[in-house]
């Protein structure tokens, strides 16, 4: 077992063990023994644990759908003081997105970088809800959050009740110890912590940001496969879930931080909340490591919807349609022939906001950074900058392949059109100019045929209609 990394900004970055795959019915225990054979409660547990289970779902889920897991810690998770609404109140937390809330707008957003502050602040007090639909209490909708933190969380865990947290760091690495065991976290890597699951957030790196979807009332999945087939996108076995860690120390005036209804509660307690010596179930925290992502795309003409290249789908009752789905745009051959190859204009039934991990995204040659976002809701148009559409034209029919490198932009897009928090429409880095990056797109219209348009697949078009 190694040393725990808490609030040492020296601490080990290490990876530690790991189990693999998704969707399983994991098992691990610390200590040789603990994990209770043949049945889930016994009267005396093994090295005198108590039994508790977490679930992720109704007890009635169908069986496909059913998720929980059983922890054996030192002492239950009950073992605490009443919970008071928490003081300072975090007041950029939202999880019923209504006119109290939030706003609609159809514009096209953009924000730049947030600054990390210079004041100590870590990942609880430095998570703000950007936009979101639905009700964290009707247990539908979601909510897309970012945080820009510096500190690591001091004596004090944090639980959601609301929601899964799908967490995409932008800079810095996360040390993230939960009930289940730890993982570390890098920038290019996401990890998933599901409703309820206690947890805490070191950062080793100091000042880190990043983006945080939020879903209500469903867990995320992998996409379907369809004709692809049985293989590709991002593959199961990818996914790590930790291995049993835990503490045993007595911690006086450690808090429980519980996000309940979007609104922050604290209970007190003497002891670790990190106590679970063996653990087994299939509702687990999980990392994922996007560039080991097989991405999937035309080879020959025109552009496939993003849909594509999903990671993760948190699935809507409507078959096909996400609640929320994850898309990344990583690294990737452009082949395709006599094609507009970066992404085609469009709208939009769905709404779609977009973060930048690092490097440079193919719609936008500029404005769009990393560690910066952009909204995009239902029907409102968008697509390439100027710069883009007219460096595209210039290289003409006859463009090689060409490999996209070092860059890593993703998308959380919903069939919920999202309200828009106060705090982000007057933010200092609200990109008010964003309209401009479209405005100068002038008419080609020659109002004449041109052999420009449509290519070789065009002419024999016309051959057939000839004939
Ligand atoms: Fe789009």
């Known amino acids: ?33 603990a994990l209770p054979r043949g049945q889930n409660s016994p009267l005396i547990c093994p090295l005198g644990l108590y039994a508790e289970q977490i679930s992720g779902t109704s007890f009635t889920a169908p069986r496909k759908h059913n998720q929980r897991s059983w922890l054996y810690r030192i002492k239950p998770s009950v073992t605490h003081k009443p919970f008071d609404r928490r003081v300072p109140r975090h007041d950029r937390l939202v999880g019923e997105f ?5 706003s609609a707008t159809p514009t096209q957003l953009r924000w730049r970088p947030a600054d990390v502050p210079d004041s100590p602040v870590d990942f609880v007090d430095g998570l703000y809800t950007v936009c979101g639909a639905g009700s964290t209490f009707l247990r539908h909708g979601y909510a897309i959050h970012m945080y820009a933190a510096n500190k690591s969380m001091d004596n004090c865990a944090f639980c959601n009740a609301d929601g899964d947290f799908l967490i995409v760091p932008q800079q810095g690495r996360m040390w993230i110890t939960t009930e289940c065991g730890r993982l570390f976290v890098s920038p290019g890597e ?29 867990h995320f999945q992998l996409p379907d496969l369809g004709p692809i087939g049985a293989n590709g996108l991002a593959a199961p076995r990818d996914f790590l879930v930790p291995t049993a860690w835990f503490e045993e120390k007595f911690h006086p005036g450690y808090t429980i931080v519980q996000k309940f209804g979007g609104e922050l509660f604290v209970a007190e307690q003497d002891f670790s909340p990190f106590n679970v010596v063996a653990w087994h179930g299939n509702y687990v925290p999980y990392k994922y490591d996007l560039n080991k992502f097989c991405p999937f795309n035309t080879v020959l003409i025109d552009h496939g919807d993003p849909s ?9 009752d409507k078959p096909g349609i996400a609640l929320l789905d994850f898309v990344i745009f990583p690294p990737r051959w452009l082949v395709s022939e006599h094609t507009f190859r970066p992404p085609y204009y469009h709208r939009n039934c769905m ?94 219209f020659s109002g ?17 209609k000839g004939d």
């Open 308 to 316: 594509i290249n999903t990671v993760l789908t948190a699935p809507s």
């Open 1 to 33: 077992m190694s040393e725990p990394p808490q609030n040492d900004a020296a601490a080990a970055t290490e990876e530690p063990e790991y189990q693999s795959g998704f969707g399983n019915h994991f098992s691990s225990e610390a200590r040789p023994g």
């Open 351 to 444: 709404s779609e906001f977009m973060g930048l991990i690092y490097g440079v995204y193919d719609a936008k040659a500029d404005g769009f950074l990393p560690g910066g976002a952009s909204l995009h809701s239902c029907m409102t148009p968008h697509g390439p900058d100027t710069k883009t559409f007219e460096a595209t034209i210039a290289h003409g029919m006859d463009a090689d392949p060409f490999r996209i490198k070092n860059t890593m932009a993703f998308m959380f897009e919903s069939y919920l059109i999202p309200r828009v928090c106060p705090w982000v429409l007057d933010s200092p880095y609200l990109d008010c100019d964003y309209y401009q990056c479209w405005i100068g797109l002038k008419s080609h």
């Open 98 to 102: 209504d006119r109290s809330t939030s």
């Open 448 to 464: 004449e045929g041109s052999d420009r348009t449509g290519g070789a697949q065009q002419d024999e078009i016309m051959a057939v």
């Open 190 to 218: 996401i990890v998933v912590l599901p409703q309820g699951l206690r947890f805490l957030v070191d950062l080793p790196d100091g000042p880190s940001r990043g983006y945080v979807a939020e879903v209500f009332g469903v």
